[in-house]
């Protein structure tokens, strides 16, 4: 998609929550929200929501609110989200299962549509509809249906390597669940899910509120 | 802990991955870092780094770098991480099970030690050392065992009803896998990982890297 604004990273990373958010309320036939209504739902503050949605345009008038529809129909078509996206499942241990099974249903544009994997029980094997391949059809299978998104769930000793063969094989864009960071080939773009620092987050900042408030 | 100096919430954020990262270098047997050295390392600009690391005070000198073993031991107190930390489970359908088997064991100080679920075929099981409990024994089970961390995978038409729960039961912090937002009771901290945004917002960027090249 061309002429898309120039976005900062920050508000490129809430555009997607915007949306869902968005969806919710058209589908509870809200028409129109004021930044300080939609500030609670999305917990984000009314200012940045507003210089957020001021990258694209007029989307609402002061006093009277932004317009869902219209808000809505610009995010979708910044997110691209009305094409659908095949994903690729590189490594079927529990948490790939796990995705194959839930495979982003919430979502119909979102799709794993081919795994990859080494554990012979599992090669050629189909689970709910989503066909698992030994890894070393790897390369043919993404070329062969333009595969340019993938999830890899790969022990960290093997994500470097699974990374330059999903480059070789044409592929933009990795969500990556081992948590050290990889050596990212030219033109890849690498966005990680640690667990682990989640949950550390959500302690250390648990325990700072509570302190916060032991404190009043 | 007190005393813990007032850091934002983006830098508190980075503290996790610093960390590990620090631990990393340690056992590589590196004793001292620059911030531009770091910076190509953890994927953070070296003056955010240097602006993180200046709320704790002297950890380095200018041109000489930080010293590691020091950052570290200051990270580990800022996060506690030396205090075993309990976890409850709530949900164990398929990405409930793959966290019970993963049970984050690249790190000995954040266990799952009991698990609840509905479904009577998991019911009164052991997973992986992990006991699973029926639904309605999560008060008395969380209560007992002096559990303040959970992490709830259940569908979100439950998840308001089990943060009610889990806040009766003592519960300050919660990792969510639901990714609608919730109505949190007063003094609990709740974090959300939707994994759907995260796919959105990967392949969004990725697009953008790709125009930008593109452009050139």
Known sequence: MKNKPELPKATAERIPMYYRYL????????KRIKSQELSKIVQVPSATIRRDFSYF??????????DIYLLKETFAKVLNVKQLEQIALIGVGNL?????KNNFRRN???QITVAFE??????????????????????QKIKENQITTAISTVPSAHANSVLQQLSRAGVKAVLNFAPER??????????YIDLTSELQ???????YQ??????I
């Not at 919710?24 to 036939?29: G, T």
């Not at 990889?182 to 966005?191: I, K, S, W, Y």
């Open 210 to 215: 509570q302190e916060a408030v032991d404190q």
């Open 23 to 30: 969806q919710i309320l058209e589908s509870n036939q809200v």
């Open 96 to 100: 790939g299962m796990a995705l194959i």
């Open 108 to 110: 119909p544009n979102l």
């Open 182 to 191: 990889l050596d990212v080939p030219e033109g890849m773009t690498v966005r």
């Open 201 to 207: 987050t959500l302690i250390y900042l648990s325990d």
């Open 118 to 139: 080494k554990n012979p029980e599992l090669i050629d094997t189909i689970v709910t509809g989503v066909p698992i391949y030994d890894m070393n059809m790897l390369l």
């Open 57 to 66: 345009g007029e989307l609402g008038r002061s006093g009277y609110g932004y």
